[in-house]
């Protein structure tokens, strides 16, 4: 799995983990940021509570009786993934939206997708919905979700935080393009054309949109939001989702 790590994910995960430890070196040694601690923690544990109680509490999981054939599909890339223990997958309704995400609760992880991009299951698209799980998934064997709190200071830092999860949306991005390469390329057009248009978009041309579509604004919205522009996400696994180039020797230490 390391060769499919971006290298910016390791920089930048560095850089944050110092930077925090130094600001919680800084806040320990008053009582100001003791207390300070002591509130962004509390806070921090009641939003996620909430997050999770409204997700288990309406959402719908998917088991060996709902939903059967995509727990089948769930459970057999956890276990390609070699995932000990495959985590709950929650269908939600969005109103449209399309989005998926892992979270973590008292050392839980949970998986949630919305019914708009679920549906891509029963509407023969299940490569794109493989990539999707698989992409969840990587963000949970990667323990991106156990480090949060570690690193949570360093969200106060202008770019970095948002740099190092869009380093950390390429490494899963990867990981899920080696794994389900069929659906690869589908599971990111649907984010960006929907679940029925994603079939007829051209993603050579939706990528060269991508450099003739350049400026300030372009790229101060990617430099402050948490994911890549979905163009380039697309050229990084264009690139990358066959894993040709991996020996047979390394394949056997991933």
Not at 93 to 121: C, D, H, K, P, T
Not at 206 to 222: C, P, S
Request: a positive charge; charged letters at 20%; glycine letters at 6%.
């Amino acid at each position: 799995m390391n060769l499919l790590v971006h290298p910016k994910e390791k920089f930048y995960f560095k850089l944050s983990l110092i930077i925090s430890i130094l600001i919680y070196l800084m806040l320990v040694l008053s009582i100001v940021g003791i207390v300070y601690i002591i509130m962004g923690v509390v806070i921090g544990f009641i939003v996620q509570g909430l997050a999770v109680g409204q997700i288990r509490g309406n959402g719908v999981r998917i088991s060996e009786s709902q939903f059967p054939e995509v727990y089948k599909l769930a459970d057999q890339i956890a276990s390609k993934m070699e995932i000990k223990q495959m985590p709950p997958v929650y269908i939600i309704q969005s109103g449209g939206l399309l989005n998926a995400f892992a979270m973590r609760f008292l050392g839980r992880n949970y998986v949630v997708i919305y019914s708009e991009v679920f549906e891509l299951a029963y509407e023969q698209g299940e490569d794109a919905l493989a990539f999707i799980l698989s992409h969840e998934f990587a963000h949970i064997k990667r323990k991106h979700l156990s480090w949060r709190w570690f690193l949570f200071p360093s969200t106060f830092i202008p770019f970095l935080s948002q740099a190092y999860s869009r380093a950390c949306e390429y490494t899963c991005d990867r990981i899920a393009a080696y794994n389900q390469p069929a659906g690869a390329m589908a599971g990111l057009l649907v984010l960006a054309a929907g679940k029925r248009l994603y079939k007829n978009v051209d993603a050579a041309e939706y990528v060269k949109q991508a450099n003739r579509e350049a400026g300030f604004w372009i790229w101060i919205a990617e430099k402050l939001s948490t994911h890549p522009n979905l163009p380039y996400r697309i050229l990084a696994i264009d690139q990358k989702a066959q894993m040709k180039v991996i020996t047979n020797r390394e394949l056997t230490s991933i």
